[in-house]
């Protein structure tokens, strides 16, 4: 590699393999489907929370994994390349909680994080 520095983590690494084996067995199968319907994709979204990938950023503070921004990055781009419509799900997750983990108080971030942290 020409800039080391730059180098994922051997963490990170796991993570994307980890979450492109689940994208290819259970979200690229209903990629089309999900698409021609409009519906929102509940076996996705149950997938992707039982296996604690929904909401990687919550912090563990608030029940959340405490992943770092890469790690939540690498989550949304390999559910994007098996779907991009089921890549919205921990998108949003993460851009939905930024002014709460940014601004709130504590008082609101333990009342709304740990909830999307279980899903």
């Known amino acids: 590699m020409s800039f080391p520095l730059y180098a994922p ?7 994307r393999e980890t979450v492109r084996a689940l994208a290819d ?5 209903r990629a089309a489907e ?6 929102f ?3 996705v979204y149950k997938a992707l ?5 929904h909401a990687v ?8 994994a405490g992943a770092d921004a890469l790690a939540a990055v690498i989550v949304i781009e390999e559910v994007a390349r098996a779907c991009a419509s089921s890549s919205l799900i921990p998108a949003v997750n993460k851009l939905g909680t ?7 108080s504590e008082e609101l971030k ?3 994080l740990p909830p999307v942290a279980r899903g």
């Open 49 to 53: 929370v039982a296996a604690d990938l």
């Open 25 to 29: 067995d259970k979200i690229a199968p």
């Open 57 to 64: 950023h919550v912090p563990e503070q608030y029940g959340g």
């Open 110 to 112: 333990s009342r709304y």
């Open 34 to 39: 999900a698409d021609e319907t409009g519906e």
């Open 9 to 15: 983590a051997e963490e990170h690494d796991m993570l």
């Open 98 to 104: 930024v002014p709460l983990l940014l601004s709130a």
């Open 41 to 43: 994709p509940w076996d």
